[in-house]
Structure formats: structure tokens, C-alpha cells
């Protein structure tokens, strides 16, 4: 069974930069598109990118396009979330998220993902 860990939140001012990484375990990404989400307090969770299994593509959510950039490393069992210009509606926990083979056509739905980690905390605060 995937496990996923996530690592690399932390606390920045507006402006700041910050990596987040996603740890699998258990099983190979290979074959998982993989996504990043965020939850702020009383919020719903909320896509921010996506990337695929089979070909690298990529999707944002438009608050974020610009500023993020989603990568994985395969043979890392790894996924990453490149965060710059960080503002402060970007606080929340973030989470990541794996679809087997899944597709972009839903890709910010969270019903969408069977495997996700424990989350990182991310505040964008002066």
C-alpha cells in the first residue's frame, strides 16, 4: 500500500520561499499522479497542482500558477512543490495525494485520491 510523508513546511514572511517534498513508500510512484492540496482553517481542501503518471504534465490552480511549480522524481519515490513569492492566503496544511494513473479531468476533486500523507504546515505571515 502507498504511504505517503510529507516534509518542508515551516513559517515565512510574505514574499519567502518555500520546498515541499512527498516521501512514498510501500509502493512505486511510478504509476500515481500525484497532487498537492491545502486546507486553511475553516476552508474547504483545495487543489494546487498536479502532475501526471504517464507524460509530466502539470496543473495549477490559477491562485497559485507562476508562483508553484510541481515536479517528481521516480526513481526518488519522490514528489516536490516548489513554492516562491509566497503570500499570505497561501497558509494552510498541505497535503499530497496519489490517483492511480489518474487523470488531469478531475484533478483538484479530493474524492479523486485513495492515498494520502499526514500534511505539513505552511504559515506566510510578517
Known amino acids: 500500500q502507498l504511504q505517503l510523508v510529507e516534509s518542508g513546511g515551516g513559517s515565512v514572511h510574505p514574499g519567502g520561499s518555500l520546498r515541499l517534498s512527498c516521501a512514498a513508500s510501500?509502493?512505486?510512484?511510478?504509476?500515481?499522479?500525484i497532487a498537492w492540496f491545502r486546507q486553511a482553517p475553516g476552508k474547504e481542501r483545495e487543489g494546487v497542482s498536479w502532475v501526471s503518471a504517464t507524460d509530466g504534465s502539470t496543473y495549477y490552480a490559477d491562485s497559485v500558477k507562476g508562483r508553484f511549480t510541481i515536479s517528481r522524481d521516480n526513481a526518488r519515490n519522490m514528489a516536490f512543490l516548489q513554492m516562491n513569492n509566497l503570500k499570505p492566503e497561501d497558509s494552510g496544511v498541505y497535503y499530497c495525494?496519489?490517483?492511480?494513473?489518474?487523470?488531469?479531468?478531475?484533478?483538484?476533486?479530493?474524492?479523486?485520491?485513495?492515498?494520502w500523507g499526514q500534511g505539513t504546515q505552511v504559515v506566510v505571515s510578517s
Open positions: 510501500g509502493y512505486t510512484l511510478d504509476y500515481y499522479a
Open positions: 495525494a496519489g490517483d492511480w494513473l489518474g487523470g488531469s479531468r478531475n484533478w483538484g476533486s479530493p474524492s479523486e485520491y485513495d492515498y
